[in-house]
């Protein structure tokens, strides 16, 4: 099953950015996360990283963690076992051609799965990864909805998903 929360994470939450475009919000999101002394993980699609092999050095070069998002921005839960397969190593390459070590970390796109993802994720030394709170950025372009979305009921060990968008930029000082 994917992991969706934290286990005995008690005080703590983690951010996790799944990122297929916003490359022009990434920086701003990085220093917000660095100069508050957070961690997050940036799950990355290989399409990303092929087109902004800087950011994929800089994230490297910076303490957050790089996650795979697949190789596109699919409906993974209607490809089959291989095609799954095909696309998480894809993404992997992409990652390392571009300069990044993916950790073992798949977010499959939209969260969109069924077994064969997790088979397939697995089979490559893949944990697969949800979230449990959503800030919805790429819907709500409010920075004041997304921190009431998230501080309404956090609890210990979120997984809360943002993607690089000028609304998450201005929320994240105040959800941190």
């Known amino acids: 099953d994917p992991i969706r929360k934290a286990e005995n994470a008690t005080g703590q939450v983690a951010f996790l950015c799944n990122v297929d475009w916003g490359e022009e919000y990434l920086p701003q999101m990085m220093e917000i996360l660095e ?3 957070c961690g997050a993980t940036f799950f990355l699609t290989g399409r990303w990283a092929e087109k902004n092999p800087e950011l994929v050095q800089t994230l490297e070069a ?3 963690e790089i996650g795979n998002h697949g190789y596109q921005h699919k409906n993974y839960s209607t ?3 291989d095609a799954n397969r095909e696309q998480i190593q894809k993404g992997e390459e992409a990652i390392i051609a571009a300069g ?3 950790a073992k970390l798949f977010a499959p796109p939209s969260g969109d799965h069924g077994q064969q993802t997790l088979e397939a994720a697995e089979s490559l030394g893949y ?3 949800l979230w449990s709170l959503d800030t919805i950025d790429w819907r709500d372009k409010d920075a004041s909805v997304l921190v009431q979305r998230i501080l309404k009921n956090p609890s210990d060990g979120d997984f809360i998903l943002m993607h690089p968008t000028e609304q998450t930029v201005a929320a ?3 959800i941190i």
């Open 35 to 37: 100069s508050k002394g």
């Open 100 to 102: 990044g070590t993916p």
């Open 62 to 64: 910076s303490n957050f």
């Open 172 to 174: 994240l000082p105040k």
């Open 127 to 129: 944990e697969t990864i």
């Open 79 to 81: 490809l089959s076992r």
